[in-house]
T-cell receptor, first 112, second 118 residues
Framework: GQQVMQIPQYQHVQEGEDFTTYCNSSTTLSNIQWYKQRPGGHPVFLIQ?????EVKKQKRLTFQFGEAKKNSSLHITATQTTDVGTYFCARGGETSGSRLTFGEGTQLTVNP | GAVVSQHPSRVICKSGTSVKIECRSL??????MFWYRQFPKQSLMLMATSNEGSKATYEQGVEKDKFLINHASLTLSTLTVTSAHPEDSSFYIC??????????????FGSGTRLTVV
């Protein structure tokens, strides 16, 4: 199937350290979306990347889409305890009504 | 922003009974809603795509007679787990997208329903 592979599965960091999660696909992605799910909560949309080589920033979060549109990354600078949660990438379809296929997620824990 | 309401948030039912879960888009219309299932510490697995006014599209391996989906209006989709068994215990989440502006808001998720079958 058209899966997206996400690594690492778990990441433990000290508060203030940086964090990166990677998402890879064997096929070209139309777009990639990123979601955050807090423990016990539901996924919350962070961003969508569409263009080859695209880089978007949201405060301490930096999202990148690879030139070949087969990989993406989310980087958090100087993590805080509020960053705790599982970060999922998800590949979308060609149209707005298309299904999302989620990566396995990276569970981030931040030690204060 | 787009808001999706999901009820109930938690339900415990006896084995063999049926449970209905509701998913409502509160401030937008959604011709398409999605139902996911999530086991502890795992990713979201798409179960079915719910289309307003037509039959749902189920993913491979999902029993359509067990997981009944009804999308009667542009703001409401329901998932009924029929003859529930302990192995159906899971976290069920719906999501919906607005007809416009989805690129900015992404897919909005309900708060989820934690089903426990005893």
């Amino acid at each position: 199937g058209q899966q997206v592979m996400q690594i690492p599965q778990y990441q433990h960091v000290q508060e203030g350290e940086d964090f990166t999660t990677y998402c890879n696909s064997s096929t070209t992605l139309s777009n990639i979306q990123w979601y955050k799910q807090r423990p016990g909560g539901h996924p919350v949309f962070l961003i969508q990347l569409v263009k080859s080589g695209e880089v978007k920033k949201q405060k301490r979060l930096t999202f990148q889409f690879g030139e070949a549109k087969k990989n993406s990354s989310l980087h958090i600078t100087a993590t805080q305890t509020t960053d705790v949660g599982t970060y999922f990438c998800a590949r979308g379809g060609e149209t707005s009504g298309s299904r999302l296929t989620f990566g396995e997620g990276t569970q981030l824990t931040v030690n204060p | 922003g787009a808001v999706v309401s999901q009820h109930p948030s938690r339900v415990i039912c006896k084995s063999g009974t049926s449970v209905k879960i509701e998913c409502r888009s509160l401030d937008f219309q959604a011709t398409t809603m999605f139902w996911y299932r999530q086991f502890p510490k795992q990713s979201l697995m798409l179960m079915a795509t719910s289309n307003e006014g037509s039959k749902a599209t189920y993913e491979q391996g999902v029993e359509k007679d067990k997981f009944l989906i009804n999308h009667a209006s542009l703001t409401l989709s329901t998932l009924t787990v029929t003859s529930a068994h302990p192995e159906d215990s899971s976290f069920y989440i719906c999501s919906a997208i607005p007809l416009t502006g989805w690129a900015n808001y992404g897919y909005t998720f309900g708060s989820g329903t934690r089903l426990t079958v005893v």
